[in-house]
Antibody, heavy 118, light 108 residues
Framework: EVLLVESGGGLVQPGGSLRLSCTTS????????MSWVRQAPGKGLEWVAN????????NYMDSVKGRVTVSRDNAKSSLYLQMNSLRVEDTAMYFC???????????WGQGTLVTVSS | SYVLTQPPSLSVAPGQTARISCEGN??????VHWYRQKPGQAPVLVIY???VRPSGIPDRFSGSNSGDTATLTLSRVEAGDEADFYC???????????FGGGTRLTAL
């Protein structure tokens, strides 16, 4: 069974930092691109970032470039999202998803909630 | 960037057919994927590559894609089908995935 489990969310003040994690099992993690997708409260899905199998290529949505870094540890089958200089508008549920978005996102985690507020 | 437009809401009587549209410029030339998201849950893939149902998805779900409109069709709607549905394509110009704004399906 394919499982993706996010963690690391929480309440943070504007300008603060968080590191999200996504632990996976049930598939060969090192064979797949991985992505982060977020959903602001009451809003739609928004792709945030993706990372190639070996970590050599990373892509980001414009509004997070320079503030967010995606990384992975294939030995631990885990995906990460380091978020710095957080803004109120970054408040969202953050999902990790299997795939780059160039094709389907076949599996999703349950998400971890990031709230940026003073 | 590439824009996908979905109706915000759709109401269908139980037992009837729901057709959820996803409009984009020449979307027929792209592969479209559809997700169902129930309240408080993660999205679930229900159709990929325009017409393909993943294992475990009922055959009441089907998809089509031509011209400027892709359509997700759900036949024999049940109360348990109430959810938000999102379409997704790859924007090859900007090399990033794009989602539609989502459609909330309500069974009257």
């Amino acid at each position: 069974e394919v499982l993706l489990v996010e963690s690391g969310g929480g309440l943070v003040q504007p300008g603060g930092s968080l590191r999200l994690s996504c632990t996976t099992s049930g598939f060969t993690f090192s064979n797949d691109w991985m992505s982060w997708v977020r959903q602001a409260p009451g809003k739609g899905l928004e792709w945030v970032a993706n990372i190639q199998q070996d970590g050599s290529e990373k892509n980001y949505m414009d509004s997070v470039k320079g503030r967010v870094t995606v990384s992975r540890d294939n030995a631990k089958s885990s995906l990460y999202l380091q978020m710095n200089s957080l803004r109120v508008e970054d408040t969202a549920m953050y999902f990790c998803a299997r795939g780059s978005g160039a094709s389907r996102f076949g599996y999703w985690g349950q998400g971890t909630l990031v709230t940026v507020s003073s | 960037s590439y824009v996908l437009t979905q109706p915000p809401s759709l109401s269908v009587a139980p037992g009837q057919t729901a057709r959820i549209s996803c409009e984009g410029n020449n979307i027929g030339s792209k592969s479209v994927h559809w997700y169902r998201q129930k309240p408080g849950q993660a999205p679930v893939l229900v159709i990929y590559d325009d017409t393909v149902r993943p294992s475990g998805i009922p055959d009441r779900f089907s998809g089509s894609n031509s011209g400027d409109t892709a359509t997700l069709t759900l036949s024999r709607v049940e109360a348990g089908d109430e959810a938000d549905f999102y379409c997704h394509v790859w924007d090859s110009t900007h090399e990033r995935p794009v989602f539609g704004g989502g459609t909330r399906l309500t069974a009257l």
